[in-house]
C-alpha cells in the first residue's frame, strides 16, 4: 500500500490526516445510522409505534443528532466518591478501542487505513480493549450497580472472546491469509459448487462460524440475550449507570459504533466485503463502501432484530453457553474445515 | 462493598436466626454487600424497596421494605360516605379499579339488604373481567421486560389500550372508573358496545397467541423462568398467597366459584387453570390461560346480558344501616376483601382492606434466598404486584 | 437452580416471526398534536359549568370527596313576577371554582347537581405548567360547555335513559 487514495499521489502526513478524518467520522456516523435505523425505527415498529416522527421533518432523521447536542449541553456529573481519573478516562478507552477495530477494516481494494498482515486478529485483539474501559467504569462509578454490571461484562467478554476466534479461525484456515484484503480477494475470486460468477462468500462454506460469530459478537456488544452487563430491570443501567452527558455520549457511540464495526467484519469475512466480482480498479474502490455498506446493514439488522425479540439470559446460562456448546462447535468447526481445506487440495 | 466494624460482643445465636429469616439486621456481618433495590428501581413497579444481601451474585437475604407510597385509605374511609369511597378505592389497585369498587359495593348492599337488578351485575362482571384482562394483558408483556425483552412490554401496552378504551367508552374513566353505585351501575352500556367489545376480545386473543410464541414458546424465556421461585402449595397458602401465584402452585382455588358466590359467575361457565410447577414460568403460564378464560368468560358474558333497568331502588341519601360484614373476591391479582363496619352513619365507622399484593410479597424474604439477582427480578415480576396495592 | 437447556430451533425462530410480521403491520400509535384521537363522549374530561342553572346550593361542594370545589354566592331581591306581589329571592353566584389540581373526576359532583349545571365535556387539552394555575373559575368552566354532547343511545336492552336537560 503506498500512501495514494484512488490513485492520487499525496504526501504521507496528508494522507495520515485524510485517514485519521475519516476514521474519526465514520464510527459517529455508523452509530448514528445504526442507532437511528435500528433503535429508533426497526425497534418501534417491531412495537407498534413509529418512533420519533417530528425532528428533522423526514421520519425524526434528526433526532439522534439533536440526542447529541442535548448530551454536550448536560451537566458532567461525577459522584462524589468515584475515582476521578479512572472515571473520566473509562469512556475514552471504549471508543477507541471501536476506532481501532476499524483501522484495518477494507471499503475497497485500497480503500483501507492500514492492511495488516494479521487483520483479523489485530481486529479481534483491540476489540476485546473496550472491557478494561468497562471494568474501569464499573469500579470508579463507585456503585454496587456500576461494578456488578462492569464485573459481568469483564467475565461475559472473556468467556466470548474464544468463540469468536474461533469461529474466524475456519475463514482464516479457508482463505489462507489473515489479511481481511486477503479474505476478501478469496472470497472474489473463488468459487463454490463449480460456479464461479459471485465469487465464494464464505458464508455458505462457513455457515457455521457465520452464526458463531454472530452468536459471540452479540456477546461482545452487549445485546440482548447477553446483555447482563446494561441490564436495565436488574442493574438499572449497569457500568453505565453513574455517567451522564457526553461520558455517556461516548458509551452510545462506542456501544453502537463497535456494533457497526463488528457488522462490517462480519460482512467482509463471511459476505465477501466490498467486492463485486468482476470488477476492479478505481470502480471498485468507488463501489466498495456502498457494498460493504449494504451487506453490513443486512448483518447488523439480523443483529438488532435478535436483540429486540430476545429475553436477556442469566450470567451462569451464559458462561455455560459460550464453553459447552459454543467452543466445542467451534472447534469441531476448525477440525472440519481443515480436513477438507486438505482433502480438496 | 460495604463493610461495617464488627463489634467484638458474643453474638446472640437468637439474632443469627434472625438473619436467617432475612431481617436487613446486618451489622454483624462483613463479608456480603448491600445492594438496595428501590426504592427508584425500574424493575419495582413503583417503590418497592428490597434490601438484598449479596454474596458474589447469590442472594443471601432479602427483606421487602414496604411504606413508601401508603396514603392511607382505610382512615380516609371513616370520613368519606360511602359514594366518596368507591373513587379512593378505585386507586388501590390502580391497574384494575373496577374490579375494587364491586367488593366493596357489595359490601354496602349486603348491609343495606339491597340487590342490584340482574342486568347490572352481569355488567358489573364483563367490566370486572375487562379489567382483570387489562391487569394481566399488562403482566404478561410486563413480564419479558423483567427477563429482558422489550417488545412484548410495548405489546401488553398497545392491546390493553383496546380494553382500557372499552371501559372509558361505557364508564368515562380509563383508570378510575367509579362506575358502581350502591344498589347497582351509573349508566347502561352505550350503543355499539357490544359489538366493539366482541372486536377487541378477538384482538387479545391474538395477541396472547404472540406472547406465546415470543415467550412461552422461547427457550431462553423456559431457561430464566423454569424452577425460579417455585412456591410450594401449601406455603404459599400459609403465607396468605392468592390469586394466579397460588393457583400456579397446583392449589385449585379461585374465589369466583369456590367463594360466596357473587356477581353473574354462577351463572357462567369457566374453568380455573392451574400449574402443578409453582415456579415463575407457571405463574406466566396460568396468567396467560387466564386471559383466554376471561375473553371467552367476556363474550359469554355478551351472549347473555339480560335486559332490564340497572338501578335497585335506593335512597338519595345513602345510610348504611348498623352492621358489619366481610366481603371477598377474587381479584386480578387475588383475592381481595372489605371488612366494613357501620354504625348506621352515610359512612363507614371503620374499614379494613385486604389486598392481594400485599400478602403477596409477603412471602418474598422465603422466595429470595439463594436465588441469583437477575432472579429476584424474575420473581418480583412473576409475583406481579401493584404497589398501590400493598400500601393502599 | 434450574439446568440450562440447549436452545431448540423452533421457538426461538417463531418469536423472531412475529417481531418482523409485527414490524410490517403498521403503528397503531397516534401522532398526537398532528392528529387527535376522539375521546369517546362519556370521557369524563373536564367538568363544565352551566352557569344560569347554578343556584349556588353547595350540594356539589359538599359531595366532593376531596373538597375542590369553592362556591360564594349571595341572595338578590328581584322585582316581583307579577304585580304587587312580594319580591322574588335568588341566589346569585359569585364565585364557582374547581381545583383541577385536586380533582380526581370521580363525578359524583355532576351527578348530584339537582339543577343540572354541570356536566362533563371530553376535553382534556387544558394542562398548566404550574400546579396552581389549574385552580379554574366559573367563567373557563362555562366555556367548556361548548365540548358537552347530548346522551348518546343506549345498548339493546337498556331500560329508557333518563334525560338530562
Known amino acids: 500500500m503506498s500512501h495514494a487514495i484512488l490513485a492520487l499521489e499525496i504526501g504521507w502526513g496528508t494522507t495520515l490526516a485524510i485517514k485519521t478524518v475519516i476514521v474519526l467520522m465514520i464510527i459517529p456516523l455508523g452509530a448514528l445510522i445504526l442507532g437511528y435505523t435500528f433503535l429508533l425505527k426497526m425497534m418501534s415498529h417491531m412495537q407498534s409505534r413509529l418512533g420519533p416522527m417530528d425532528p428533522g421533518g423526514f421520519h425524526g432523521w434528526f433526532q439522534l443528532v439533536g440526542d447529541g447536542i442535548k448530551f454536550l449541553q448536560k451537566e458532567d456529573i461525577m459522584p462524589e466518591q468515584a475515582d476521578r481519573r479512572v472515571f473520566a478516562l473509562a469512556p475514552a478507552i471504549v471508543v477507541i478501542s471501536t476506532f481501532l477495530i476499524f483501522l484495518v477494516v477494507p471499503t475497497g481494494p485500497r480503500l483501507v487505513v492500514k492492511d495488516l498482515d494479521v487483520g483479523v486478529f489485530y481486529a479481534l485483539a483491540v476489540s476485546s480493549l473496550s472491557v478494561i474501559g468497562v471494568l474501569m467504569a464499573g469500579w470508579a462509578s463507585a456503585n454496587k450497580f456500576a461494578l456488578i454490571g462492569a464485573l459481568r461484562a469483564a467475565a461475559q467478554l472473556i468467556a466470548y472472546e474464544l468463540p469468536l476466534l474461533l469461529a474466524v479461525v475456519g475463514v482464516v484456515l479457508q482463505a489462507g491469509t489473515m489479511s481481511l484484503n486477503g479474505i476478501v480477494e478469496a472470497q472474489a475470486t473463488g468459487s463454490v459448487f463449480g460456479m464461479d460468477f459471485f465469487g465464494n462468500p464464505f458464508i455458505l462454506t462457513q455457515i457455521v462460524g457465520f452464526v458463531l460469530f454472530l452468536v459471540a459478537a452479540q456477546a461482545e456488544l452487549t445485546q440482548t440475550p447477553f446483555d447482563m452487563p446494561v441490564a436495565e430491570s436488574e442493574l438499572v443501567a449497569g457500568y453505565m449507570v453513574e455517567y451522564t452527558g457526553f461520558r455517556f455520549l461516548f458509551f452510545f457511540i462506542g456501544e453502537f459504533g463497535t456494533a457497526f464495526a463488528f457488522a462490517a467484519l462480519a460482512a467482509t469475512l463471511f459476505l465477501g466485503g466490498y467486492a463485486i466480482p468482476g470488477v476492479t480498479g478505481t470502480l471498485a474502490d468507488l463501489l466498495g463502501p456502498v457494498v460493504l455498506f449494504v451487506k453490513l446493514m443486512a448483518v447488523a439488522f439480523l443483529m438488532f432484530w435478535v436483540r429486540f425479540t430476545y429475553p436477556r439470559l442469566r450470567e451462569d446460562q451464559l458462561q455455560a453457553i459460550a464453553w459447552k456448546y459454543l467452543i466445542p462447535i467451534g472447534l469441531l468447526n476448525i477440525i472440519a474445515t481443515a480436513i477438507i481445506k486438505v482433502a480438496v487440495n | 462493598m460495604t463493610t461495617t466494624e464488627t463489634p467484638g460482643f458474643e453474638v446472640d445465636p437468637a439474632l443469627y436466626r434472625n438473619l436467617e429469616n432475612a431481617q436487613v439486621n446486618v451489622e454483624l456481618d462483613t463479608g456480603d454487600m448491600i445492594l438496595n433495590l428501590g426504592p427508584q428501581h425500574p424493575a419495582t413497579h413503583g417503590t418497592l424497596r428490597l434490601v438484598v444481601r449479596l454474596d458474589g451474585e447469590r442472594v443471601v437475604a432479602a427483606d421487602p421494605v414496604i411504606g413508601y407510597m401508603h396514603r392511607g385509605y382505610e382512615k380516609l374511609s371513616e370520613f368519606r360516605t360511602y359514594p366518596q369511597i368507591t373513587t379512593l378505592i378505585n386507586r388501590i389497585d390502580w391497574l384494575s379499579s373496577f374490579a375494587n369498587e364491586v367488593p366493596f359495593v357489595h359490601g354496602a348492599e349486603q348491609l343495606m339488604g339491597v340487590e342490584a337488578p340482574p342486568r347490572a351485575q352481569w355488567i358489573r362482571t364483563i367490566l370486572t373481567e375487562l379489567s382483570r384482562i387489562a391487569t394481566i394483558y399488562l403482566f404478561l408483556g410486563e413480564m419479558g421486560l423483567q427477563v429482558g425483552a422489550l417488545t412484548p412490554a410495548f405489546w401488553g401496552f398497545r392491546d390493553r389500550e383496546h380494553v382500557l378504551n372499552l371501559i372509558e367508552a361505557a364508564t368515562g374513566g380509563r383508570f378510575h372508573p367509579n362506575f358502581n353505585r350502591i344498589g347497582g351501575l351509573k349508566d347502561d352500556l352505550p350503543w355499539g358496545w357490544i359489538s366493539e367489545c366482541r372486536a377487541t376480545m378477538d384482538k387479545i386473543l391474538k395477541g396472547c397467541d404472540d406472547f406465546e410464541d415470543v415467550l412461552v414458546g422461547n427457550e431462553i424465556f423456559e431457561a430464566r423462568t423454569r424452577g425460579i421461585g417455585i412456591i410450594p402449595g401449601e406455603l404459599g397458602a400459609a403465607y396468605g398467597v392468592s390469586g394466579a401465584n397460588l393457583r400456579a402452585s397446583g392449589v385449585d382455588w379461585d374465589l369466583r366459584r369456590d367463594g360466596k358466590p357473587y356477581l353473574a359467575y354462577p351463572e357462567i361457565d369457566f374453568k380455573v387453570w392451574t400449574h402443578p410447577d409453582g415456579d415463575s414460568f407457571a405463574r406466566y403460564w396460568v396468567r396467560l390461560q387466564e386471559t383466554r378464560e376471561a375473553v371467552r368468560m367476556v363474550i359469554q358474558l355478551l351472549d347473555g346480558l339480560p335486559a332490564g333497568s340497572i338501578m335497585a331502588k335506593v335512597p338519595r341519601i345513602i345510610k348504611v344501616p348498623e352492621g358489619e360484614v366481610w366481603v371477598e373476591v377474587e381479584n386480578p391479582l387475588g383475592q381481595m376483601g372489605y371488612y366494613i363496619v357501620s354504625k348506621g352513619a352515610t359512612g363507614p365507622f371503620r374499614v379494613k382492606i385486604r389486598s392481594a399484593s400485599f400478602s403477596n410479597v409477603s412471602i418474598l424474604p422465603w422466595l429470595l434466598r439463594g436465588v441469583y439477582v437477575p432472579d429476584v427480578i424474575t420473581i418480583m415480576g412473576s409475583l406481579y404486584f401493584i404497589l398501590g396495592d400493598i400500601d393502599r | ?165
Open chain 3, 1 to 165: 437452580m434450574a439446568g440450562f437447556k440447549k436452545p431448540k430451533l423452533p421457538g426461538v425462530i417463531s418469536g423472531l416471526g412475529v417481531t418482523f410480521r409485527t414490524m410490517l403491520e403498521g403503528a397503531v400509535t397516534v401522532q398526537y398534536p398532528h392528529e387527535r384521537e376522539e375521546p369517546p363522549a362519556r370521557a369524563r374530561g373536564v367538568i363544565a359549568l352551566k352557569e344560569e342553572n347554578c343556584t349556588a346550593c353547595m350540594l356539589c361542594g359538599r359531595s366532593c370527596p376531596d373538597w375542590c370545589i369553592y362556591i360564594e354566592g349571595h341572595k338578590e331581591l328581584r322585582p316581583p313576577r307579577r304585580e304587587g306581589g312580594r319580591p322574588r329571592s335568588v341566589n346569585i353566584l359569585d364565585r364557582f371554582d374547581i381545583d383541577y389540581g385536586l380533582c380526581m373526576y370521580c363525578g359524583i359532583c355532576v351527578e348530584v347537581c339537582p339543577f343540572d349545571a354541570l356536566f362533563w365535556s371530553p376535553e382534556f387539552e387544558y394542562s398548566e405548567p404550574r400546579i396552581a394555575e389549574l385552580l379554574h373559575d366559573k367563567d373557563r368552566l362555562g366555556e367548556w360547555m361548548e365540548g358537552v354532547t347530548e346522551p348518546e343511545p343506549l345498548e339493546l336492552g337498556a331500560d329508557t335513559p333518563k334525560v338530562k336537560k
